[in-house]
């Protein structure tokens, strides 16, 4: 059974400019989950798709967005890049139907913002 | 909302030593805690979780350890290896179809 992949790996973009980051989650899985992750702040959740709906939102500004497709393929996009946006955004993606919904993470896109 | 403090941030050992890292949150509703190891440049995977109608969980060399009255749950490595050397995220969730909260993270060395 094929991971879950993210692509772009890497990206270099420019204050001002948008980015697009794509994740396929396993095949089956119904749950797409997204964190940013920088040195020393851990895994911040960003939000969680489910069945094309979005299930949960975390504490970000409303430059970031996303959203997920029938085939449970989900992107997300950030409007007017800040320097701070630099970071490595993880997807993952469940069952989201278990009880324990063991998260399972791509490799990242690793976003540079200049 | 749920909030996870992990302690310490970086931690070294010698190889053979043992680890605990530990984890406090702050909703008493949080029942289910998962703990995630990432390797250098890999991403994170799920090496031992626990239920809180369970106090202990073992898993050969890894274990990990509730207290529900305190609000804290532990990450126990026994006989540690120069592959346990990882960045080790705990993180607690409030209940089936709620997000994960993540700790900030324990950097773990093991020193030949």
């Known amino acids: 059974k094929a991971g879950v992949t993210q692509t772009p790996r890497y990206l270099i973009k420019t204050r001002g400019q948008q980015v697009t980051l794509s994740c396929s989650p396993i095949s089956g899985h119904r749950s797409v989950s997204w964190y940013q992750q920088t040195p020393g702040q851990g895994l911040q959740f960003l939000f969680e798709y489910f069945s094309e709906t979005q299930r949960n939102k975390g504490n970000f500004p409303g430059r970031f967005s996303g959203r997920q497709f029938s085939n449970s393929r989900s992107e997300m996009n950030v409007s007017t890049l800040e320097l701070g946006d630099s970071a490595l955004y993880l997807c993952a993606s469940s069952s989201g139907q278990d009880h324990t919904g063991e998260l399972f993470f791509g490799e990242g896109s690793r976003l540079t913002v200049l | 909302g749920e909030n996870v403090e992990q302690h310490p941030s970086t931690l070294s050992v010698q190889e053979g030593d043992s680890a605990v890292i530990k984890c406090t949150y702050s909703?008493?509703?949080?029942?289910?805690f998962p703990w995630y190891k990432q390797e250098l440049g890999k991403r994170p995977q799920l090496i031992i979780d626990?239920?809180?109608?369970?106090g202990e969980k073992k898993d050969q060399r890894i274990a990990v350890t509730l207290n529900k009255t305190a609000k804290h749950f532990s990450l126990h490595i026994t006989e540690t290896q120069p592959e346990d050397s990882a960045v080790y995220f705990c993180?607690?969730?409030?209940?089936?179809?709620?997000?994960?909260?993540f700790g900030p993270g324990t950097r773990l060395s093991v020193l030949p």
């Open positions: 909703d008493s509703a949080s029942n289910y």
């Open positions: 626990i239920r809180s109608n369970v």
């Open positions: 993180a607690a969730r409030y209940n089936y179809g709620q997000n994960f909260v």
